[in-house]
């Protein structure tokens, strides 16, 4: 009877065995051909054995945790090269190793960090010292002070080149913390181990080991800005400063899942500029908007337009000049890479972003910002910065899921890899071409009228034909309007062989339900007049009832991080459901058509 008890739990451990790696072979193949929400589901499943390969050979946890963030960084550059996705491990295997072995080759375990018990006792060759390396200056910095601690230095040009590094050293510290400095100035000049500068400050060594990792990384960082002439002038100082913004309070009932233009509610808002956010959802068209990946139920589509010119059309409409810092970073995988593949490749220095918003700020503005910290089940989203301190290094920003919002560090803010703000400048001379800033009522209401009958123009274009912003990376492609409920109920019913991705499905529901929602709102404000009004009215019906079905869809499939496959017949009852939104949608589109018929003979 115990050899049957062992026999089953083999086999049930063989076939888990067997799942988890056709399920990593399938996240290969999908990442192979460009899926980066695959990749991070890859990553996370295998981080932990990577690591593992990385400390077997370095013999150090620290060092591992480097080793496994540089091979992620060139595996997510070339997974397109990986030929066979059943072989992803042992490719992975071989990344580790080459970085593994190439940082051995570079300084042993520890690299340029090692603790001062790591040091043996070789012969320090003063000459090959790498001015521009950070870390070959830390290095014979280390080994000339212990050197010289122990009373064998009698070399007049040995001190002579301690000292010179000591004043290359010292020029930079200005861009740690307090603590920071003090941590690092402990372990490299001083000479003290980590346990001994963790018991001065109650910490734990892993926790010093991190400080003296974070200060090596902003002292590489304020190379390249002296590089570039942007350190201040030797005994020049910069002005500590802080200021936070009181942002006005953003009522639930006034919130849309489109974060985007939540946030420009939020930020007009604080600048004195109430506006309804079903308008701002129906002039800006997210109201009517609807794009699917052609490859699964992933929510990437929801991103998918030219950022730049939607922020600043959209805030000209409204009345108001604009200004823009965009980039992408070229060391680090970028999410959302067909959004932002145009941007420019920029260096991940506090120096190109922090001005911009210390400006605003300055001025009384929030800053527009797309978070990649963003609270989970989120993965992005945008949110607003309204506040910095000098002093400690941070910025206080909104989160989608935290009411009292949050901090990063300045550090975090120039890492993040997808660089864009936006913030205010001033009004316009009019609201729009050829409209005085002070109407009356009669021009407000021609205003208003024209304002929407272009809004529902690009509905009728969105819904009927295929949206023009297409990506140049050749993996992505989405499809667009009432197209798209096609394209989404082809991936419910994809089966077994292909299902839909739950979680992106949990996103696109929630964000498109809520959106439809808006539509019928914005529609029943349009100043249409007799049978235009009545039929845009009518659609406004139609939105509402696709807006049900959808929310019934939301409702079934929650948006959050779960682990739940769907059932043949679950999905056939959220393509049913999908199939009656789209015939309401597109009963409404028709009604809207009809609706700018009489407009135009009006006209």
Same mark, same amino acid.
């Given at each position: 009877?115990?050899?049957?008890?062992l026999?089953?739990?083999?086999?049930?451990?063989?076939?888990?065995?067997?799942a988890?790696?056709?399920?990593?072979?399938?996240?290969?193949?999908?990442?192979?051909?460009?899926?980066t929400?695959a990749?991070?589901e890859?990553i996370?499943?295998?981080?932990?054995?990577?690591?593992?390969?990385?400390?077997?050979?370095?013999?150090?946890?620290?060092m591992?945790?480097?080793?496994?963030q540089?091979?992620?960084?060139?595996a997510?550059?070339?997974?397109?090269t990986?030929?066979?996705?059943?072989r992803?491990?042992?490719?992975?295997?071989?990344?580790?190793?080459?970085?593994?072995y190439?940082r051995?080759?570079?300084?042993?375990?520890y690299?340029?960090?090692?603790p001062?018990?790591?040091?043996?006792?070789?012969?320090?060759?003063?000459?090959?010292?790498?001015?521009s390396d950070?870390?070959?200056?830390l290095?014979h910095?280390t080994?000339?002070?212990?050197?010289?601690?122990?009373?064998?230095?009698?070399?007049?040009?040995?001190?002579?080149?301690?000292?010179?590094?000591?004043?290359?050293i010292?020029?930079?510290?200005?861009?740690l913390?307090?603590?920071?400095?003090?941590?690092f100035?402990?372990?490299?000049?001083r000479?003290?181990?980590?346990d001994e500068?963790?018991?001065?400050?109650?910490?734990?060594?892993?926790?010093?080991?991190?400080?003296?990792?974070r200060?090596?990384?902003k002292l590489?960082?304020?190379?390249?800005?002296?590089s570039?002439?942007?350190?201040?002038e030797?005994?020049?100082?910069?002005?500590?400063?802080?200021?936070?913004?009181?942002?006005p309070?953003?009522?639930?009932?006034a919130?849309?899942?489109?974060?985007l233009?939540?946030?420009?509610?939020?930020?007009l808002?604080?600048l004195?500029?109430?506006?309804d956010?079903?308008?701002l959802?129906?002039?800006?068209?997210?109201?009517?908007?609807?794009q699917?990946?052609?490859?699964?139920?992933?929510?990437?589509?929801?991103?998918?337009f030219d950022?730049?010119?939607t922020?600043?059309?959209?805030?000209?409409?409204?009345?108001y000049?604009s200004?823009?810092?965009?980039?992408?970073?070229?060391?680090?995988p970028?999410?959302?890479l067909?959004?932002?593949?145009?941007?420019?490749?920029?260096l991940?220095?506090?120096?190109?972003?922090?001005?911009?918003?210390?400006?605003?700020?300055d001025l009384?503005?929030p800053?527009?910002?797309?978070?990649?910290?963003?609270?989970r089940?989120?993965?992005?989203?945008?949110?607003?910065i309204?506040?910095y301190?000098?002093?400690?290094q941070?910025v206080?920003?909104?989160?989608i899921l935290? @009411?009292?919002?949050?901090? *990063? &560090? +300045?550090e975090?803010?120039?890492?993040?890899p997808? $660089?864009?703000l936006?913030? /205010?400048? #001033?009004?316009?001379?009019?609201?729009?071409?050829?409209?005085?800033?002070?109407?009356?009522?009669v021009?407000?209401?021609?205003h208003?009228s024209?304002e929407?009958e272009?809004?529902?123009?690009?509905?009728?274009?969105?819904?009927?034909n295929?949206?023009g912003?297409? @990506?140049?990376?050749?993996? *992505? &492609? +989405?499809?667009t309007?009432?197209?798209a409920?096609? $394209?989404?109920?082809?991936h /419910?019913? #994809?089966?077994?062989?292909?299902p839909p991705?739950?979680y992106?499905?949990?996103q696109?529901?929630?964000?498109?339900?809520?959106?439809?929602?808006?539509?019928?709102?914005?529609?029943?404000?349009?100043?249409?007049?007799?049978?235009?009004?009545?039929?845009?009215?009518?659609?406004?019906?139609?939105?509402?009832?696709a807006?049900?079905?959808?929310?019934k869809?939301?409702?079934?499939?929650?948006f /959050?991080?779960i682990?739940?496959?769907?059932?043949?017949?679950?999905?056939?009852?959220?393509?049913?459901?999908?199939?009656?939104?789209?015939?309401f949608?597109?009963?409404?589109?028709?009604?809207?058509?009809?609706?700018?018929?009489y407009?135009?003979?009006?006209?």
């Amino acid at each position: 009877m115990e050899i049957y008890q062992l026999d089953g739990a083999a086999i049930q451990s063989s076939q888990q065995e067997a799942a988890e790696e056709q399920r990593s072979r399938e996240l290969a193949e999908r990442a192979r051909q460009g899926d980066t929400e695959a990749f991070g589901e890859l990553i996370e499943q295998h981080r932990h054995r990577a690591k593992g390969w990385a400390e077997r050979i370095t013999g150090d946890p620290h060092m591992a945790d480097d080793i496994v963030q540089d091979a992620l960084i060139r595996a997510f550059l070339h997974i397109g090269t990986l030929q066979d996705s059943s072989r992803f491990l042992s490719w992975l295997h071989r990344i580790v190793r080459n970085q593994a072995y190439m940082r051995m080759r570079r300084g042993g375990p520890y690299k340029h960090e090692k603790p001062l018990a790591a040091f043996r006792p070789i012969e320090a060759d003063s000459s090959h010292i790498e001015w521009s390396d950070l870390d070959s200056i830390l290095y014979h910095l280390t080994r000339s002070a212990a050197k010289a601690a122990s009373g064998n230095e009698n070399d007049p040009a040995e001190h002579l080149m301690r000292k010179e590094m000591y004043e290359t050293i010292h020029a930079l510290l200005h861009c740690l913390t307090k603590k920071e400095r003090s941590i690092f100035e402990a372990y490299f000049f001083r000479q003290l181990t980590p346990d001994e500068i963790a018991s001065m400050y109650q910490m734990t060594t892993g926790s010093i080991y991190t400080y003296i990792h974070r200060s090596r990384q902003k002292l590489r960082n304020e190379q390249v800005r002296a590089s570039l002439g942007l350190v201040p002038e030797k005994g020049g100082s910069a002005v500590i400063k802080r200021k936070q913004l009181n942002l006005p309070d953003w009522p639930p009932h006034a919130s849309t899942s489109i974060t985007l233009i939540d946030r420009i509610g939020h930020m007009l808002t604080a600048l004195g500029d109430r506006r309804d956010t079903a308008e701002l959802m129906g002039i800006s068209g997210f109201a009517f908007r609807m794009q699917i990946s052609d490859r699964t139920t992933f929510a990437d589509g929801i991103y998918m337009f030219d950022w730049r010119q939607t922020v600043q059309q959209l805030l000209k409409q409204l009345g108001y000049e604009s200004t823009l810092l965009c980039g992408q970073l070229s060391n680090k995988p970028v999410p959302l890479l067909g959004a932002v593949e145009r941007f420019p490749v920029v260096l991940p220095i506090e120096e190109a972003v922090i001005p911009f918003i210390r400006k605003y700020i300055d001025l009384g503005k929030p800053v527009l910002y797309f978070d990649t910290t963003v609270s989970r089940p989120y993965v992005h989203e945008w949110s607003l910065i309204y506040g910095y301190d000098d002093d400690q290094q941070t910025v206080q920003l909104t989160d989608i899921l935290k @009411p009292g919002g949050k901090t *990063l &560090s +300045y550090e975090d803010i120039a890492n993040n890899p997808v $660089r864009f703000l936006a913030a /205010v400048d #001033g009004k316009h001379e009019s609201i729009s071409p050829n409209v005085p800033r002070q109407l009356d009522s009669v021009s407000m209401r021609t205003h208003r009228s024209r304002e929407a009958e272009q809004a529902i123009r690009f509905a009728i274009t969105y819904a009927k034909n295929r949206w023009g912003y297409c @990506p140049m990376t050749t993996y *992505l &492609s +989405y499809t667009t309007g009432l197209a798209a409920y096609e $394209r989404w109920i082809e991936h /419910v019913l #994809g089966g077994p062989d292909k299902p839909p991705n739950r979680y992106g499905l949990g996103q696109l529901a929630a964000v498109y339900a809520d959106a439809r929602v808006y539509a019928a709102q914005y529609l029943r404000t349009v100043p249409f007049e007799g049978e235009a009004m009545r039929l845009t009215l009518l659609a406004s019906e139609a939105y509402e009832q696709a807006a049900e079905a959808l929310k019934k869809l939301s409702a079934a499939v929650p948006f /959050v991080r779960i682990a739940e496959i769907l059932s043949t017949e679950q999905c056939k009852a959220y393509a049913a459901l999908l199939e009656q939104a789209r015939t309401f949608e597109a009963a409404a589109i028709e009604y809207l058509e009809k609706a700018i018929q009489y407009v135009e003979e009006g006209q």
